[in-house]
């Protein structure tokens, strides 16, 4: 018989446990020691009277009872995602933090560059920048805004796309002239023989990547990197030639563009939760980020300046 109400700590810790399998892994998303976790289960199961996993040596299991736990935290916690967003959109101040994710890239070459413009004018929002190329989930609020390269985003983010990227290939100088290339004639790039950078996961599933398999021999490919950032890096070290987001290539003066441009189906996107659009820090960078990105719409769409 239970001596006192459950608390929602209670659930954070058994979903922890549950989503880890092992009380090292809660503790580690709770920022607890592994002693806490033990101790806590230990006195809820107690309090309970009834077990909530079973010690297996695969993990910790869920029993009937955990389940039902687990799936009211999960209720619990979409509940409470919701209430934030929606108080989160309620702001009529510019201030506050904002968590934005984009790219490796899009930060380096996009964002950055204005960053201390956007600051200027807006001194009191505070950026937390959340580098990833793997989308994250808006709707749990991983992050409150999002920059990036989609055909068809989500149906359930708003937002506004602001240009279409365009790839092409480049080659250093250096390379260019150790293989005889002359970057108008493209098709010598495709010879046996000429190396090449390809793409491993998470960008393999990128349109230029079906491309490079279409259309480069595939003995040609020297070697595989996992980021966008990787290849500019490779290019310039001359390992090969490959395949660059026009806005990147045309800002660095060592590399050469290669009249070999694969067809992008991607748009750039600036997207947001309908929940948090009208929030002003929300409301102040899909703005300032939106004019600036659609300034520089000659550069995303591989029209140099």
Not at 22 to 49: K, M, P, Y
Not at 110 to 127: D, G, Q, T
Not at 231 to 249: K, T, W, Y
Request: hydrophobic residues 45%; aromatic residues 8%.
């Amino acid at each position: 018989m239970m001596t006192q109400p459950l608390a929602w700590d209670d659930f954070r810790l058994v979903k922890a446990i549950a989503d880890a399998r092992s009380l090292g892994g809660a503790a580690e998303a709770l920022a607890v020691n592994n002693s806490t976790v033990f101790r806590r289960l230990n006195t809820l199961e107690d309090q309970l009277g009834v077990r909530i996993f079973e010690r297996a040596r695969t993990g910790y299991l869920l029993t009937s009872a955990g389940e039902e736990m687990v799936a009211l935290a999960t209720r619990m916690s979409e509940s409470i995602i919701e209430f934030e967003r929606r108080i989160a959109g309620q702001d009529v101040r510019p201030s506050g933090e904002l968590r934005v994710t984009t790219a490796d890239t899009m930060f380096s070459d996009l964002i950055a560059p204005a960053f201390a413009e956007f600051h200027a004018k807006f001194p009191e929002i505070l950026l937390d920048f959340v580098i990833d190329n793997r989308p994250l989930n808006l709707s749990r609020r991983d992050a409150d805004v999002a920059i990036r390269a989609a055909t068809d985003p989500p149906e359930t983010l708003v937002g506004r796309r602001v240009g279409t990227i365009a790839w092409s290939a480049y080659a250093s100088r250096d390379f260019l002239a150790r293989h005889k290339l002359d970057p108008k004639q493209a098709s010598s790039f495709l010879a046996p023989g000429i190396p090449w950078i390809g793409m491993s996961y998470p960008i393999h599933t990128m349109s230029p990547t079906r491309w490079l398999e279409d259309n480069v021999p595939a003995g040609n490919v020297v070697a595989k990197v996992s980021a966008v950032s990787a290849i500019i890096a490779g290019l310039r070290a001359g390992i090969g030639a490959g395949l660059l987001p026009c806005f990147m290539g045309a800002k660095d003066p060592s590399l050469v563009r290669v009249a070999l441009s694969p067809k992008a189906d991607s748009g750039l996107w600036l997207l947001t939760h309908p929940d948090l659009k009208k929030a002003a820090r929300v409301r102040a960078f899909l703005d300032f980020f939106g004019h600036e990105l659609a300034r520089q719409r000659k550069l995303l769409e591989g029209e140099e300046v």
